[in-house]
């Protein structure tokens, strides 16, 4: 725990905030997609029929963004709840657009010894943000885009 701590007390100003913003996110999307159904959470997004096309971003946007999927990925790895790929991928559409930076999250599945598998992940440019680890392995059902 004091490991922790003393770790999250050597992040700069803006990484802590990054943190404790994609900390407290990642709650409020674990609650929504307990208590929500999954087409109101998507409502304000647009459902795209297929892969989307890359959006050009500057090197700001691709820096903040990459930036957002690390503070995810850090604050994920120690919520109390369960915050897998669809929180993420979630967590990451809201703070991205909060920022005006525009990306898309891909919805998947995968059949993994008779089961079906299913995952998440978040993409601005073409630099995926959550949920990259294993996605090529998923069939896309699903885009959304903000």
Partial sequence: MIQKFKKFTKLS???KNLFMEAYYTLGMMRAAILRVSFKRLTR???????????VQLDEEQIQMAL??????????????WESACLAQSLTAQRMLKKRGIPG??????AKDE??????????CGDQIITGGKG?????????FGW
């Avoid at 304000?44 to 890359?54: D, I, P, T, W």
């Avoid at 008779?114 to 993409?123: D, I, V």
């Avoid at 996605?135 to 885009?143: I, M, P, R």
Wanted: proline letters at 2%; glycine letters at 6%.
């Fill in 44 to 54: 304000s997004l647009k459902h795209q029929a297929k892969k989307s096309e890359f």
């Fill in 114 to 123: 008779e089961k079906m598998k299913a995952h998440a992940w978040s993409q």
């Fill in 135 to 143: 996605h090529e392995k998923f069939t896309v059902l699903s885009v």
């Fill in 13 to 15: 100003a803006k990484e």
């Fill in 67 to 80: 930036s957002i999927g690390k503070a995810i990925g850090q604050a994920a790895a120690h919520t109390p």
């Fill in 104 to 109: 898309v999250f891909y919805l998947g599945v």
